[in-house]
């Protein structure tokens, strides 16, 4: 079936750096994909939905100068954290569309964030 | 706006039980409906689905739901649970044909022998 790889599993970063996550569809051309961010043992918080060669459209609250997204082809979108702070140390999921409401919704496995 | 109340955090259940898992949603346009499972550290995958048709919806690994307009519920049943069902579930709605899921605040089903 249909797969995202989302790279990478996890990550540690100091305090003020950035980091750079990878969303990749691998069989299919991903025409929407949405970035969520998940805190323990709660649910998924819909950042942003980042269509392929547009700007990324972010959900109210998110900081779109913090938090940015680059959609440049069918089968990538990367989620870039700017300058992280403890509190950006999270599980951040992507998943990617076809665009269709009847075409499945395919989740990557995640990423780890820990800043330090 | 469409939104998702999943009224258990935690459901307890032992082996070869029957469980439900309750979702209710709410929203002012016609809605597509699903649930999703999740292993520790893992991303999501999809269970079932409901965009229209029967209202009985039936999934992956045995598990059912039912979607009820008149209750908006979406309510989740697997008639004999098995320990590797353990996992974090999530309901989640979506009120348009773009993809873009809300999601519920999670039910854990711990499966006990």
């Known amino acids: 079936g249909a797969v995202v790889s989302q790279h990478p599993s996890w990550v540690i970063c100091k305090s003020g750096t950035s980091v750079k996550i990878e969303c990749r569809s691998l069989d299919f051309q991903a025409t929407t994909m949405f970035w969520y961010r998940q805190f323990p043992k709660q649910s998924l918080m819909l950042m942003a939905t980042?269509?392929?060669?547009?700007?990324?459209?972010?959900e109210q609250g998110v900081e779109k100068d913090k938090f940015l997204i680059n959609h440049a082809s069918l089968t990538l979108s990367t989620l870039t954290v700017t300058s992280a702070h403890p509190e950006d140390s999270s599980f951040y999921i992507c998943s990617a569309s076809r665009g269709q409401i009847d075409s499945p919704l395919h989740f990557g496995n995640g990423t780890r964030l820990t800043v330090t | 706006a469409q939104s998702v109340t999943q009224l258990d955090s935690q459901v307890p259940v032992f082996e070869e039980a029957p469980v439900e898992l309750r979702c209710n949603y709410s929203s002012s346009v016609s809605v597509y409906l699903f649930w999703y499972v999740q292993y520790p550290n893992q991303g999501l995958q999809l269970l079932l689905k409901?965009?229209?048709?029967?209202?009985l919806v039936k999934g992956i690994n045995g598990f059912e739901a039912e979607f009820n307009k008149s209750q908006t519920s979406f309510h989740l049943r697997k008639p004999s649970v098995h320990i590797s069902d353990t996992a974090e579930y999530f309901c989640a709605v979506s009120g348009s044909n773009t993809g873009k899921l809300i999601f519920g605040q999670g039910t854990t089903l711990q499966v006990k022998p």
């Open positions: 409901y965009l229209s048709g029967s209202t």
């Open positions: 980042s269509n392929e060669g547009s700007k990324a459209t972010y």
